[in-house]
């Protein structure tokens, strides 16, 4: 069943209640026993916190993302990487979860795999989520002594060396671009792809691997893949319903009571 409305869904369903994805969505997660979602930045931005590819205001349409995301970045200007981590964790300190992370949260049995790095999820409540790129609510020793600390994010630090083995700065614990990614978050997130019957993937561009190739998994597994993005992503043509808008407007629609 391929269903991808040209229109939004609301206006869909006002022309044709018949064949409305809101309702087939919610009808088949109801039904659904295992159901995984498969989250990124787009989740988290009706909260106000920026995504990285949204042509104008994601971090990557400003800033060259090997300059602030990788290792060769942060060995060559640790300060601005951490300058720039600063002033997204402050962002995040402004931020809620919204409708869209309360939605999540009502299902008890839903397995979050999620791309992003704040703690929203946890926030509205959702109780299993497996961190595919880490946590930016925590620094780390870049050298791999084992340091870790928690990081104030109403004032978050800059650059300073590791207090424990003063070999290299602290840095933010993500997964940075050509870093490999946690192998037990990895190995429970692809066991959750392959073994559940609804695979929701919501506010992702799907280009980032591994990551994005969950949802390949997922529907190669026997999985529903339901798509659910402000527009179309590299994720469209996996999906067996999907559903343009507003992560906060389609999931309470589609996870909400009957
Ligand atoms: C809404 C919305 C609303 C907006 N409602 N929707 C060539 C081919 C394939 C792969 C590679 C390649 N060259 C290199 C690679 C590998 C590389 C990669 O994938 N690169 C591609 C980008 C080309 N991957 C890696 O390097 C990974 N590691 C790896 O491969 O390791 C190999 C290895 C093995 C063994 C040893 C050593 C190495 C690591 C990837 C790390 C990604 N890190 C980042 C930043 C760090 C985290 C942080 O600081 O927070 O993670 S980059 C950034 O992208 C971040 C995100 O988690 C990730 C995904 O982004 P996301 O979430 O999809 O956000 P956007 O902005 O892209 O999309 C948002 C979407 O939401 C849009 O579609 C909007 O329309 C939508 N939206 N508002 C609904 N209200």
Known sequence: MMLKPLTT??????????????????????????????????????????????PGDGWWSRYDPMRLASPEGFKEDPELVMKWYAARRSQMAQA????????????????????????????????????LHGDITSDRCHAGCGYVEPVNMDQPPQHRSCPACGQAGLRPTVTWFGEALPADAWARAESAAANCDAFIVVGTSAVVYPAAGL????????????????????????????????????????????
């Open 215 to 258: 949802i390949g998994l997922a529907a190669q597994a026997g999985a529903t893949v339901i798509v659910v993005n402000r527009e179309a992503s590299d994720a469209s043509h996996m999906a067996d319903l999907e559903l343009l808008g507003s992560a906060d407007e389609i999931l309470p629609a589609i996870l909400g009571p009957a």
């Open 96 to 131: 809620s979860p919204n409708a869209a992370h309360h939605a999540l949260a009502t299902r008890k049995d839903l397995i979050q795999v999620t791309q992003n790095t704040d703690n929203l999820l946890d926030r509205a409540g959702c109780q299993d989520i497996i961190r």
């Open 9 to 54: 869904p609301r206006l869909k369903s006002m022309t044709d209640p018949s064949n409305d994805p809101i309702q087939q969505a919610a009808l088949l997660l109801r039904k659904s026993q295992l159901i995984t979602c498969f989250s990124g930045a787009g989740l988290s931005a009706p909260s106000g916190v920026g995504t990285f590819r949204d």
